[in-house]
C-alpha cells in the first residue's frame, strides 16, 4: 500500500492542510478588519428658511440676528468614527460658497459626558473649522450650521487626516446606496459564504468575510451615488 493511500495518514494530511487553509484566511480576515481608522461625515439636505415668491422677494427688507439676509440656510452635519480604533487630532473644514456667511453654529456630542475638546474657528465669513481632538469607536459629533446671503447650497467638507480614511457624503447619497445593494441580485459569493457558514468547521470563518464583502459592495456603490 503507497503511504498516500493510508487512511491515517490522508485523515492527517488533510487536517494540517485544512489548518493551513484555516490559518491563511483567517491571518487575510484579520488584515481586513483590524485596525481601521475611518471617520465618515454624513450631510443632510439643506433647508431653505425663507420661501417667497419672486414678486414679493425684492419687496422684503429682511434681518437675521441683526444680519440683513436675502436668504437663510440651515445646515446639519454628523461626523462620526466608524472605524474600530480611536483618531485623534480630526479636523473637519467646512466651505459654503463665496458670498454666504456663517451666522450662528451648535455643536452636540455622543456621548454627552466626558467627550474630548472640540476647538472652532472660522478663518472667513463662509467657513468653519473644528478640531476634533479624540473621536472613539461610536463617538459622534452633530453640528448645526446657519448662514445668510448664500447665492447656492453648496457645502464642501474636507477632513484628510494622517492615516485615517475619511469620507463625507449626503444622507441621501447613504441612503441611495443601501437601497441599491439590496435590490440587486444576491451575489453568488454571500450565498457561497451562508452555506459555508453552516458548517462547523468553517463557520467562524464565513461571518466576517460576509462583512468584509457587504461593506466593499456599500463602498462602491457610495462612490456611485456621491
Do not use: H
Not at 484555516?22 to 488584515?31: E, G, L, P
Amino acid at each position: 500500500m503507497n503511504w498516500y493511500e493510508n487512511p491515517t495518514i490522508a485523515a492527517i494530511s488533510g487536517g494540517v492542510v485544512g489548518s493551513v487553509i484555516t490559518a491563511a484566511v483567517s491571518m487575510w480576515i484579520t488584515k481586513k478588519t483590524s485596525q481601521i481608522r475611518r471617520v465618515d461625515c454624513i450631510i443632510d439636505d439643506p433647508v431653505s428658511l425663507l420661501s417667497f415668491s419672486d414678486t414679493i422677494c425684492p419687496k422684503l427688507e429682511i434681518k437675521y440676528s441683526g444680519e440683513q439676509a436675502s436668504s437663510v440656510f440651515l445646515y446639519n452635519l454628523e461626523v462620526f468614527n466608524s472605524g474600530n480604533q480611536a483618531v485623534t487630532n480630526q479636523p473637519c473644514l467646512i466651505r459654503l460658497d463665496d458670498k454666504a456667511k456663517i451666522i450662528g453654529d451648535s455643536i452636540k456630542t455622543q456621548p454627552a459626558v466626558g467627550f474630548g475638546e472640540i476647538s472652532k474657528s472660522q478663518p472667513s465669513l463662509n467657513s468653519l473649522d473644528l478640531g476634533i481632538q479624540l473621536l472613539n469607536p461610536g463617538d459622534r459629533v452633530y453640528l448645526e450650521l446657519i448662514s445668510v446671503n448664500n447665492a447656492s447650497e453648496k457645502i464642501d467638507v474636507y477632513m484628510k487626516n494622517a492615516n485615517v480614511i475619511c469620507r463625507s457624503y449626503s444622507r441621501q447619497a447613504a441612503e441611495s446606496a443601501i437601497l441599491g445593494i439590496l435590490s440587486k441580485e444576491v451575489d453568488p459569493r454571500l450565498m457561497f459564504l451562508g452555506i459555508i457558514g453552516s458548517l462547523p468547521f468553517f463557520g467562524g470563518i464565513a461571518e466576517p468575510l460576509m462583512m468584509i464583502l457587504l461593506t466593499e459592495r456599500f463602498e462602491k456603490a457610495l462612490r456611485q451615488r456621491k
